[in-house]
């Protein structure tokens, strides 16, 4: 019989890994090796090229064009060194995913003379055919087209394929009126904003500080499996997810997943992207089982946060290519399984200076514990009162499936910091009120460095269920998705702590100028904030449902829908705040609004399509074929004069069979019926939400839940679908 699963089953042997890279013995010896760092840059520019280049790195500063032009041979040598032949301005459109335009090196000359050249101006702007991409109606508005600029803070690389080696520069999408059309423009300015306001505030503590970048260290969670298994899984193929699907027998109860040994496909896998990310400068540092079976997690050391967030998406795409050879296939989507625990993608956060400070490690002495306290408290202030806009930040279709589910962060905006420092912040709460004179100076002598140990503990032991999290050096927003763009979440976590630091230290100004001492304004300003903001630190369980009950009464954000929560972007106050930040226009964020909806619906009409065609090609056709058996063997024993108790199961089945697959039509029917009335609503936002309430909500489930009855009932060789426990136990 023609099975795609037995099929695919019968495969997997031979998907074994038949050849395995050499390992790498030193990592130091290849790290870095495909990328123009400044060492390289050291080697193949002139003087003058190489200064023009670090001052552009360091300090934004122009690039002359003949200089450009320098840049360019050297990169190109470089490039051609190691046998590169094409270059690609490589950016991180709106869509969610990398894109490249190659170009070869090879040109004619006016006269026909074949040369291979690199001009300044190739690398430094291009205008890739970029109108597939999504702009939210805003180039269609303002220009045709847009263009790709380098952005010389993120090092160029080579990309390695078997269809040949290509230079790849980092670059922007903007269009040419100056909007942007992609998720680095953003993050840059959200930087330039935050060092802006963080320098500012240092300057109370420390003369000598005169620059401040935030910092970065993702940890990358996703689901290998079989690519014969995936390809035999429409879902798979075209949502990244399952849609319908029971859970297996064995599913994590055991935990005996996590930490276990990494299976020795996945392991051979491992090793291999690995070494491309390494030759890529990527500082890959930890790999691991996570609770799901057949998830992994893999983390680097964190990085300046421009250059994180690339590498990150360098990682994923890497990571997808590197599997096609193992013939497996990775999947970052949020919530691949139903039963089985979503991926995320913790996104560590601090902010450090030029002259090597960790803001957010608390210090030895009072001066610096003082620092550490000004950024700590204004930080919690800044997610407290734009907690709508950071739970915007993480919204999208496949996190939907994850936040607020009981067994990832919940979608209530809280933070945890420990006891410790929870009693600090009280112990200065306390003092409302009252003045603070030279005497409560003792509070800055806390020895807050103490806490950490503890606070490491409580945080490893038992509280991981914070979706934003103080550990020890650095704040965690765990509950970004694990498909997720993590300039898109920082880009708003670091315009919101700009613009806190920025009316701190208007506000801190204007006591000193009324005479008063420094630190005494600080504490004062500190202790306002602490008050307004304390509704939001939380210590216990995210997952009870008491938390819900009590986050209510808090006044705290708990939104679960992705389409609502998203409306934060557009309002007035959001406006305000990326328009004082010069991080984004209006318009800009009606634009991005626009197609984070677009993109939402399309996710859940996509999912509903394939959900339907499942059901009525594959799920109703096995139900039947088995029902037929079924009522062939009660005939048979009615002819040979049975009693009707010889088939009473046998009809019982039958029965149920008929149960299920008349729900099945039916909700199918509805789903395609509400699908129909959603498209025909103009306006993007209410379309989102009647895909999400009529079309998601009140048929998914639903479906799902019959499918699921019949796979558990309906002969296993009728089925054609691969089952949870052949996709995820795959070996
Ligand atoms: P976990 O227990 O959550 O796995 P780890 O201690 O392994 O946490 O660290 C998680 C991530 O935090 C790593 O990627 C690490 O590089 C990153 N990290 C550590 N310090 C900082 C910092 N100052 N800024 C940003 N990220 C950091
Ligand atoms: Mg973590």
């Given at each position: 019989m023609d099975n795609l699963r037995f099929d695919a089953i019968s495969r997997i042997r031979d998907n074994h890994i038949n050849h395995l890279t050499q390992p790498v013995n030193k990592v130091t010896e290849i790290f870095n090796s495909n990328v123009f760092t400044l060492a390289v840059a050291r080697q193949f520019l002139s003087d003058e090229a190489y200064k023009s280049l670090v001052a552009s790195i360091k300090s934004g500063k122009k690039i002359e064009r003949n200089v450009g032009d320098q840049i360019a041979g050297g990169m190109r040598a470089w490039a051609e060194s190691k046998s590169v032949t094409h270059f690609s301005h490589w950016f991180q459109p709106l869509n969610g995913l990398s894109a490249e335009k190659h170009d070869s090196f090879f040109t004619l000359k006016n006269d026909g003379t074949p040369i291979e050249e690199f001009e300044g101006n190739s690398l430094i702007q291009q205008e890739p055919d970029a109108s597939s991409f999504p702009s939210g109606g805003l180039r269609a508005t303002f220009e045709a087209r847009g263009y790709t600029a380098w952005d010389p803070s993120s090092p160029a690389f080579i990309v390695d394929t078997t269809e040949g080696k290509t230079l790849c520069i980092p670059t922007i999408f903007v269009s040419y009126t100056g909007e942007s059309l992609d998720t680095k423009t953003p993050l840059l300015k959200s930087i330039a904003a935050l060092d802006k306001a963080a320098v500012d505030v240092c300057q109370y503590f420390d003369k000598n500080i005169n620059s401040v970048t935030p910092t970065l260290g993702w940890e990358q969670e996703f689901f290998v499996v079989d690519s014969g298994l995936y390809n035999a899984r429409p879902d798979l193929q075209l949502t990244g997810k399952t849609v319908i699907g029971h859970a297996p027998?064995?599913?994590?109860?055991?935990?005996?997943?996590?930490?276990?040994a990494i299976p020795e496909r996945v392991y051979a896998f491992m090793r291999d992207y690995e070494k491309e990310c390494y030759l890529l400068g990527i500082p890959l540092r930890t790999r691991h089982n996570e609770v799901a079976p057949s998830q992994f997690e893999c983390a680097p050391i964190y990085e300046e946060m421009n250059l994180a967030v690339d590498h990150n998406t360098l990682l994923m795409d890497v990571m997808a290519r590197v599997a096609r050879r193992h013939k497996l296939t990775v999947l970052f989507h949020?919530?691949?399984?139903?039963g089985i625990n979503g991926s995320g993608k913790h996104n560590n956060w601090s902010i450090s200076t030029?002259?090597?400070?960790?803001?957010?490690a608390p210090g030895r002495t009072p001066k610096t514990n003082l620092m550490f306290l000004t950024f700590f408290v204004n930080i919690i202030k800044a997610v407290h009162h734009y907690s709508d806009l950071i739970r915007a930040s993480i919204a999208t279709a496949g996190n939907e499936y994850r936040?607020?589910?009981?067994?990832?962060?919940?979608?209530i905006v809280s933070i945890f910091i420990g006891k410790y420092l929870t009693d600090t912040l009280l112990e200065i709460e306390k003092r409302v009120g009252l003045n603070f004179d030279e005497q409560d100076e003792a509070i800055l002598k806390l020895d807050i460095y103490k806490s950490i140990p503890e606070l490491m503990l409580d945080n490893t032991d038992r509280n991981r269920t914070s979706p934003f999290a103080f550990t020890g050096n650095k704040f965690e927003f765990r509950a970004v998705g694990s498909s997720a763009n993590c300039a898109i979440p920082m880009t708003v976590l670091n315009t919101v702590v700009a613009d806190t630091l920025r009316s701190f230290k208007t506000e801190v100004d204007a006591i000193i100028e009324n005479g008063d001492k420094k630190e005494i304004a600080i504490m004062q300003v500190l202790q306002r904030y602490i008050v307004e903001s304390k509704t939001i630190l939380f210590e216990g369980d995210g997952y009870s449902s008491g938390w819900e009950k009590e986050a209510a009464k808090r006044g705290l954000v708990n939104i679960k829908s992705a389409p609502v929560a998203l409306g934060a972007y557009v309002s007035n106050k959001s406006k305000e705040l990326f328009e004082r930040n010069r991080v984004f226009a209006s318009h800009e964020l009606e634009a991005r609004y626009e197609i984070m909806l677009e993109a939402y619906i399309k996710r859940v009409q996509i999912e509903a399509r394939v959900l339907g065609d499942l059901i009525t090609t594959m799920v109703l056709p096995s139900a039947i074929k088995y029902q037929n058996i079924l009522l062939e063997n009660i005939n048979a024993l009615k002819s040979a004069d049975l009693s009707h108790i010889a088939y009473k199961a046998q009809r019982e089945i039958a029965e149920k069979i008929s149960y299920h697959i008349n729900i099945l039509s039916e909700k199918v029917e509805s789903m395609i019926e509400a699908r129909k009335k959603a498209n025909k609503i103009a306006q993007p936002h209410k379309q989102a939400i009647a895909y999400a309430e009529e079309v998601k909500n009140k048929h998914f489930d639903i479906i799902r839940y019959h499918a699921d009855k019949l796979e558990l009932i309906v002969d296993d060789q009728f089925w054609t679908l691969p089952k949870y426990r052949e996709i995820l136990f795959m070996r």
């Open positions: 027998a064995k599913g994590q109860q055991l935990e005996d997943h996590y930490f276990g949020e919530k691949p399984f139903a030029d002259t090597g400070i960790n803001l957010l936040l607020g589910a009981n067994e990832a962060p919940p979608a």
